[in-house]
């Protein structure tokens, strides 16, 4: 049923989500899509968190770099992530729009994205089980009508043919938004925040929330996944902001 969408969709012309130019129907133009897409670069690219580092400058070209100092200091939860693009204008108009406006076609947008660099992704990721989307908490869930999350591990699922598995993990009590909180400030609310549920011979799980900033929440849902028996963790992101 959805490759049928998948065809139709395709042969249909619509408005770019972000110029209004004509595009394949649900999906950005070619100059949006190039403006705001993720491109791993493993010269500048933390490979676990995505962390950017500043340019050398064109004199030399940088050294290929691994693990930024931070993650390099912090506990390994998710062994890498992707992401499908920056946030970061105008990139960051879409999800705001999605989260606010509970625009559900552009969740389709973010997977495609996403789904696009995980298959570039080099070394090749390993063979997943499932996606565990991030649970949103009562209170967002209540003022959107939707868990981001969710809906795009949906979307992934069905292009990827990973199964969703929502119930593998869940939150254990309920918190304020992390918006305007720091790295410490994020770290601490999280804390013990996310149970696993996962049923014998986990395997690796494909993690998927909407925007990684300082990775806390990706690390105490990871940490609970692994916990219940996952082998192992990958972060998916439909976007990254430019700084931790």
Request: net charge positive.
């Amino acid at each position: 049923m959805y490759s049928i969408r998948e065809r139709i969709r395709r042969i249909l012309r619509a408005p770019c989500p972000l110029c209004g130019l004509a595009a394949v129907g649900g999906d950005l133009c070619r100059p949006c899509e190039s403006e705001v897409s993720f491109e791993f670069d493993a010269r500048r690219h933390c490979h676990r968190c995505l962390y950017q580092a500043p340019s050398v400058g064109l004199e030399r070209p940088a050294a290929p770099r691994a693990l930024c100092e931070a993650c390099c200091q912090r506990p390994l939860t998710y062994v890498r992530a992707i992401a499908g693009m920056h946030f970061a204008a105008p990139g960051d108009q879409l999800m705001r729009r999605f989260k606010a406006q509970g625009r559900l076609t552009d969740a389709g947008l973010f997977a495609r994205l996403l789904w696009r660099n995980m298959q570039a992704a080099c070394p090749v990721l390993p063979q997943l089980t499932a996606l565990v989307p991030i649970p949103s908490s009562r209170e967002a869930m209540l003022r959107r009508g939707l868990n981001p999350a969710g809906e795009i591990a949906r979307e992934l699922a069905g292009l990827s043919g990973v199964p969703l598995r929502g119930a593998w993990l869940r939150r254990t009590r309920e918190t304020h938004s992390q918006k305007n909180l720091d790295w410490h400030a994020r770290q601490a609310s999280v804390w013990g925040l996310y149970e696993g549920r996962i049923p014998a011979g986990g395997g690796w799980l494909g993690l998927v929330d909407d925007v990684l900033t300082t990775g806390s929440t990706l690390e105490a849902a990871s940490a609970a996944l692994l916990r219940a028996g996952a082998q192992g963790v990958i972060a998916l992101v439909a976007a990254r902001t430019l700084a931790k």
